[in-house]
């Protein structure tokens, strides 16, 4: 049932009203204007835009893919959990729409917001083409890459929303889903024991999204960020229905 | 057209609907009347298939709530008791979605919105329709509610409580829109408030304690209630002290209440069930030679069955808490 597209218009509506989302979104793009400038000294970060880097955006998407990690579960939080709260979830609930339908419209939603808040990084490709001669492609792949990690990681934030009333609690379980697979599972990759070692370097974000940000297309990545989505919005679609039998 | 058999609805020990079971025939307005926590938004929220039974069944146009709770969904248009609408939206653009939502036809999306604000009187002040639903007052909001309710044209209605936080202006409209739905609608209403569901509802029941306690139309039900009957009369006589001793001989007089009013006094005459004795006291005054100033029967009314069964009901709830304590 394609009133997920009707719903998804909605939500794209609120967003654009609500000043939550600008703010997010200022956040988001100003974080990411610190790191092209002035790196982040104290992890090490080198600032994207300074003579003698290489003139790509690879350190970016890497700094945006940490970015992420925070800025997600902020955008997705209230996905869910405002419905809950105000009680027009008693109104989708008896309306002829299934749960999956709800789903897919929120993600879609929520999606074609992040679209949007990613373009104007354009900006600093822009600006790295006048000094230098990024290769479109790998920026491209780049992009791409980001879309996907945003599609996984967005899921992650709308099946945490589904679970609670509270936005802050949704957002704060997300970022530690999150927070644990992109920065925990590093030192665990590092120092844990063998066969741990091996399965949490298979689940490291970081890892997939590295090939990414360099140009390259892996099918390993793909499919890894997709069925993260999909499970999670599948996971998410499961929450609602149990809402029914409650 | 909806049918109700032997629902029950346990909220964790809280047993908020007890067995119950009623049917409502097509084009007609039903009012579920009880007090506060009697189950009655309970069963509602069961009927639109936003909560599940424990036990029991309960069918819509043939279509059962659990198994086929999509066919229902699109057969009722529901008014929560909260009128849960999205703020941000104005209005115009929170009805389009509703009826893309409830599946109206594209091309009839606009004209459906247009019908709905027009019986609902959203077309009052010009710009009501491009306000920002946050922004309108309660009585506005509602009747959002309501247009959303009815927009996609479904044979049921169940509003709850369509007509709480409205002043008696507001109430009169709405319980006038009402009552024009009814002609080509079946409708659920649920209120506390005896007037207006005397008023619009051709069938009654009565919940109180999550279980039905009387059913029936309006005149039936002061009917039951009428039990009783009482005479109120003022008359003055040379002796004062002769009078309750005579009223009370009256047959079928079974209990006399007396006050002083100035050099009057002021009877309260209980009488038998159905007994209407006021041509008696007439005549025993007539006889007497007694001044009468005043003569009329108290009729039953629904507010005392209330009153009376929210007492039981509380009493019921008391000893239900007590035993699962």
């Given at each position: 049932?394609?009133?997920?597209?009707?719903?998804?218009?909605?939500?794209?509506?609120?967003?654009?009203?609500?000043?939550?989302?600008?703010?997010?979104?200022?956040?988001?793009?100003?974080?990411?204007?610190?790191?092209?400038?002035?790196?982040?000294?104290?992890?090490?970060?080198?600032?994207?835009?300074?003579?003698?880097?290489?003139?790509?955006?690879?350190?970016?998407?890497?700094?945006?893919?940490?970015?992420?990690?925070?800025?997600?579960?902020?955008?997705?939080?209230?996905?869910?959990?405002?419905?809950?709260?105000?009680?027009?979830?008693?109104?989708l609930t008896t309306a002829p729409i299934s749960e999956?339908?709800?789903?897919?419209?929120?993600?879609?939603?929520?999606?074609?917001?992040?679209?949007?808040?990613?373009?104007?990084?354009?900006?600093?490709?822009?600006?790295?083409?006048?000094?230098?001669?990024?290769?479109?492609?790998?920026?491209?792949?780049?992009?791409?890459?980001?879309?996907?990690?945003?599609?996984?990681?967005?899921?992650?934030?709308?099946?945490?929303?589904?679970?609670?009333?509270y936005q802050i609690l949704a957002a704060v379980a997300?970022?530690?889903?999150?927070?644990?697979?992109?920065?925990?599972?590093?030192?665990?990759?590092?120092?844990?024991?063998?066969?741990?070692?091996?399965?949490?370097?298979?689940?490291?974000?970081?890892?997939?999204?590295?090939?990414?940000?360099?140009?390259?297309?892996?099918?390993?990545?793909?499919?890894?960020?997709?069925?993260?989505?999909?499970?999670?919005?599948?996971?998410?679609?499961?929450?609602?229905?149990?809402?029914?039998?409650? | 057209?909806?049918?109700?058999?032997?629902?029950?609805?346990?909220?964790?020990?809280?047993?908020?609907?007890?067995?119950?079971?009623?049917?409502?025939?097509?084009?007609?307005?039903?009012?579920?009347?009880?007090?506060?926590?009697?189950?009655?938004?309970?069963?509602?929220?069961?009927?639109?298939?936003?909560?599940?039974?424990?036990?029991?069944?309960?069918?819509?146009?043939?279509?059962?709530?659990?198994?086929?709770?999509?066919?229902?969904?699109?057969?009722?248009?529901?008014?929560?008791?909260?009128?849960?609408?999205?703020?941000?939206?104005?209005?115009?653009?929170?009805?389009?979605?509703?009826?893309?939502?409830?599946?109206?036809?594209?091309?009839?999306?606009?004209?459906?919105?247009?019908?709905?604000?027009?019986?609902?009187?959203?077309?009052?002040?010009?710009?009501?329709?491009?306000?920002?639903?946050?922004?309108?007052?309660?009585?506005?909001?509602?009747?959002?509610?309501?247009?959303?309710?009815?927009?996609?044209?479904?044979?049921?209605?169940?509003?709850?409580?369509?007509?709480?936080?409205?002043?008696?202006?507001?109430?009169?409209?709405?319980?006038?829109?009402?009552?024009?739905?009814?002609?080509?609608?079946?409708?659920?209403?649920?209120?506390?408030?005896?007037?207006?569901?005397?008023?619009?509802?051709?069938?009654?029941?009565?919940?109180?304690?999550?279980?039905?306690?009387?059913?029936?139309?309006?005149?039936?039900?002061?009917?039951?209630?009428?039990?009783?009957?009482?005479?109120?009369?003022?008359?003055?006589?040379?002796?004062?002290?002769?009078?309750?001793?005579?009223?009370?001989?009256?047959?079928?007089?079974?209990?006399?209440?007396?006050?002083?009013?100035?050099?009057?006094?002021?009877?309260?005459?209980?009488?038998?069930?159905?007994?209407?004795?006021?041509?008696?006291?007439?005549?025993?005054?007539?006889?007497?030679?007694?001044?009468?100033?005043?003569?009329?029967?108290?009729?039953?009314?629904?507010?005392?069955?209330?009153?009376?069964?929210?007492?039981?009901?509380?009493?019921?709830?008391?000893?239900?808490?007590?035993?699962?304590?």
């Open positions: 049932m394609r009133k997920a597209i009707v719903l998804a218009r909605r939500e794209l509506g609120g967003y654009f009203f609500s000043p939550m989302a600008y703010g997010i979104g200022a956040l988001f793009l100003a974080v990411s204007g610190g790191f092209f400038f002035f790196g982040f000294p104290l992890f090490n970060i080198d600032p994207v835009f300074q003579p003698g880097a290489e003139a790509s955006l690879r350190q970016l998407f890497m700094d945006l893919a940490y970015i992420m990690v925070f800025i997600a579960p902020l955008l997705t939080m209230r996905l869910m959990s405002e419905e809950y709260r105000s009680g027009t979830i008693e109104k999956a339908a709800v789903i897919a419209g929120k993600f879609i939603g929520v999606m074609v917001f992040y679209a949007i808040l990613l373009s104007p990084t354009l900006i600093f490709l822009a600006l790295v083409g006048v000094y230098g001669r990024p290769d479109a492609g790998v920026a491209a792949t780049g992009y791409l890459g980001m879309l996907l990690l945003g599609a996984a990681f967005l899921a992650v934030g709308i099946f945490t929303s589904t679970l609670t009333h997300a970022m530690a889903i999150l927070a644990f697979f992109s920065l925990l599972i590093q030192p665990i990759v590092a120092h844990a024991p063998e066969p741990i070692s091996r399965i949490a370097a298979r689940m490291n974000i970081m890892t997939y999204f590295k090939d990414f940000a360099r140009g390259m297309l892996d099918t390993r990545g793909l499919v890894y960020f997709l069925g993260a989505a999909a499970i999670f919005l599948f996971l998410s679609v499961k929450a609602l229905e149990s809402r029914r039998w409650r | 057209m909806i049918e109700v058999k032997h629902l029950t609805k346990w909220y964790g020990r809280v047993l908020a609907v007890d067995d119950i079971s009623f049917h409502v025939d097509k084009g007609v307005i039903v009012g579920f009347l009880g007090p506060n926590g009697a189950g009655k938004s309970t069963t509602l929220k069961i009927l639109t298939c936003y909560q599940p039974a424990t036990s029991g069944t309960a069918t819509v146009d043939g279509y059962d709530v659990l198994g086929e709770s999509m066919e229902v969904r699109r057969r009722v248009g529901y008014m929560p008791e909260s009128v849960p609408l999205y703020p941000e939206m104005r209005v115009r653009e929170l009805l389009m979605f509703v009826a893309a939502l409830r599946d109206v036809p594209r091309g009839d999306r606009k004209s459906a919105v247009a019908r709905a604000a027009e019986r609902c009187w959203l077309t009052q002040p010009d710009d009501v329709m491009r306000r920002r639903v946050g922004e309108l007052s309660r009585g506005y909001r509602q009747r959002v509610g309501l247009a959303e309710a009815m927009l996609h044209d479904p044979p049921v209605l169940v509003l709850d409580e369509p007509t709480i936080g409205l002043d008696p202006a507001q109430i009169r409209a709405v319980r006038d829109l009402i009552r024009e739905l009814g002609q080509d609608h079946t409708i659920i209403l649920s209120s506390h408030i005896l007037a207006e569901v005397e008023q619009t509802c051709k069938h009654l029941i009565i919940i109180a304690g999550g279980r039905i306690a009387a059913a029936g139309s309006p005149g039936e039900l002061r009917q039951r209630v009428l039990g009783p009957s009482r005479i109120i009369a003022e008359v003055k006589a040379d002796d004062a002290a002769t009078i309750v001793p005579a009223v009370n001989a009256l047959s079928g007089a079974r209990e006399v209440a007396s006050g002083r009013a100035g050099s009057w006094t002021r009877l309260t005459i209980q009488g038998d069930a159905g007994a209407d004795l006021r041509s008696e006291v007439f005549k025993l005054a007539r006889e007497k030679g007694w001044q009468m100033r005043e003569l009329r029967r108290e009729v039953g009314s629904l507010e005392d069955f209330f009153v009376q069964i929210t007492y039981e009901q509380n009493v019921r709830l008391g000893q239900r808490t007590a035993a699962t304590a």
